[in-house]
């Protein structure tokens, strides 16, 4: 590339760095406002990836795509108080666990979490099993999905 010349691609891609991907998309509300219409035009957005190939052979397992949304945190509080009987600190952490359908392998795993997020000083409130809808899934996922559950973890007040 001649030095001289003023830069063509401005910002941070670079064409030799370009790998092929699946896609991608953004839509936000710029003023921080819920809208359940953004949410709708998101969901809509993920019905347009099935071009890619990220269909199995029975027509129902994908690959997996998502949204990545604002955490709901009136909602998430209202969990721990109905679930736990006691509020969420100021920080806290809800994280989404992947276990195995073998109960005793699942508790094994709960266990291993917690004994880490105790060895940072947290707390754990308990978990939440995920409600979820196996009938949408097809035969090749129903063949090994998880259980989905939920860890809800406080900070002691004032850590940092």
Request: negative net charge.
């Amino acid at each position: 590339m001649n030095a001289s010349l003023p830069n063509k691609n401005p910002g941070l891609h670079k064409k030799s760095e370009f790998k092929d991907n699946c896609g991608f998309g953004l839509i936000a509300q710029m003023h921080g406002q819920a809208s359940h219409d953004l949410l709708k035009t998101a969901i809509e957005s993920l019905t347009c990836m099935t071009h890619r190939g990220g269909i199995a052979a029975d027509g129902k397992t994908g690959d997996g795509c998502g949204l990545l949304i604002k955490k709901p945190d009136s909602f998430l509080r209202t969990l721990a108080r109905e679930l736990f009987d006691q509020d969420m600190h100021e920080r806290y952490a809800v994280g989404m666990v992947f276990l195995p359908q073998d109960q005793a392998r699942a508790q094994k795993g709960r266990q291993a979490l917690e004994q880490q997020i105790h060895a940072q000083g947290l707390e754990v409130l308990g978990w939440r099993v995920v409600p979820t809808d196996p009938s949408v899934c097809g035969e090749i996922a129903l063949a090994c999905i998880p259980r989905l559950e939920q860890i809800f973890v406080n900070a002691p007040e004032g850590m940092e």
